[in-house]
T-cell receptor, first 114, second 112 residues
Framework: AQKVTQAQTEISVVEKEDVTLDCVYE???????LFWYKQPPSGELVFLIR??????QNEISGRYSWNFQKSTSSFNFTITASQVVDSAVYFC???????????FGRGTSLIVHP | DAGVTQSPTHLIKTRGQQVTLRCSPK?????VSWYQQALGQGPQFIFQ???????QRGNFPDRFSGHQFPNYSSELNVNALLLGDSALYLC???????????FGPGTRLTVT
């Protein structure tokens, strides 16, 4: 069985603050893929990143960065200098066991105040 | 390049009725997956269609059924609606064998 835990239900920050969204996953498979999606109020899930279990290298994309640590089964997401447009619900997801179907966490609602 | 489209945007049904939701995949994609997202929850996988057949199914009752057409578009049917079926229904398309799924804007179903 696989599981994704996003313990932070809601985070509220002021614009330009840095914010980290936590994600902890569980799987018995050695090969797995981790994802982050953004869901703005419009409802459409927007793909942000995919990481496989063999690549622990951290990644940076503009103001976004991801920290993958197998030792703690975590795949955290940091937004640097947050902006109002970053306000959305962010989902962490896991696919493993040869399945291409991701299991999603419950999401973290990020509110960025001007 | 059109992304994933879904119709209708919103729908209100009465308990016991039946509903059909529609999805057109992103151009070039051949696989369609359906998810149910209850308020405050993450998306839950319903089923996936490829080559007009249901390939994988999540933990949903038989009241949930689907279809994929030769042009890769898909329908989700829900029979005997329950109040608990009220949710955002998301369609995602992908290419077989790839992990990247592209999601549509969803259909908001309200059952009264």
């Amino acid at each position: 069985a696989q599981k994704v835990t996003q313990a932070q239900t809601e985070i509220s920050v002021v614009e330009k603050e840095d914010v980290t969204l936590d994600c902890v996953y569980e799987t018995r498979d050695t090969t797995y893929y981790l994802f982050w999606y953004k869901q703005p109020p419009s409802g459409e899930l927007v793909f942000l990143i995919r990481r496989n279990s063999f690549d622990e290298q951290n990644e940076i994309s503009g103001r976004y960065s991801w920290n993958f640590q197998k030792s703690t089964s975590s795949f955290n997401f940091t937004i640097t200098a947050s902006q109002v447009v970053d306000s959305a619900v962010y989902f962490c997801a896991l696919a493993s066991g040869g399945s291409y179907i991701p299991t999603f966490g419950r999401g973290t609602s990020l509110i960025v105040h001007p | 390049d059109a992304g994933v489209t879904q119709s209708p945007t919103h729908l209100i049904k009465t308990r016991g009725q039946q509903v059909t939701l529609r999805c057109s995949p992103k151009s070039g994609h051949d696989t369609v997956s359906w998810y149910q997202q209850a308020l405050g929850q993450g998306p839950q996988f319903i089923f996936q269609y490829y080559e007009e057949e249901e390939r994988q199914r999540g933990n949903f009752p038989d009241r949930f059924s689907g279809h994929q057409f030769p042009n890769y578009s898909s329908e989700l049917n829900v029979n005997a609606l329950l109040l608990g079926d009220s949710a955002l229904y998301l369609c995602a398309s992908s290419l077989a064998g790839l992990y990247e799924q592209y999601f549509g804007p969803g259909t908001r179903l309200t059952v009264t």
